[in-house]
């Protein structure tokens, strides 16, 4: 099953996580999957879970739409660090280039990388 289309043009999705909470998790998109950090809000998600996730409207505007994901662990060499880049946004990652490739590796090697596929 393919996610919906709408998840393109968003960057955070909305999980419902067993126990009754909801956890909004930033994503970038590579290929058909979502990639998020999984040590926050999806720390209780074993690999293979299926929850339902949504995408809505800016500051909880609409639902643009809710589907159903199943959690994938990812293994660090996997992730490209152009995406880990992404995932954690404008925030300053270094004074050079070759410290802000460090700091990004060290990123994706501490923490828990996950795909929401369809």
Do not use: K
Request: with cysteine.
């Amino acid at each position: 099953m393919s996610l919906p289309s709408e998840v393109r043009t968003h960057q955070t999705v909305w999980i419902d996580v067993p126990g009754g909470r909801t956890a909004a998790v930033r994503y970038e998109m590579d290929g058909d999957r979502l990639v998020c950090f999984g040590d926050d809000g999806l720390s209780g998600l074993a690999a293979g879970t299926q929850v339902t996730a949504a995408v809505r409207g800016l500051a909880g505007g609409p639902l643009d739409a809710m589907f159903w994901v199943h959690l994938r662990e990812l293994r660090p060499e996997d992730v490209s660090l152009a995406l880990v880049s992404d995932l954690v946004g404008d925030r300053s990652l270094g004074r050079n280039s070759a410290e802000v490739i460090r700091n990004l590796e060290g990123i994706r090697s501490s923490r828990r990388l996950v795909a929401l596929e369809g």
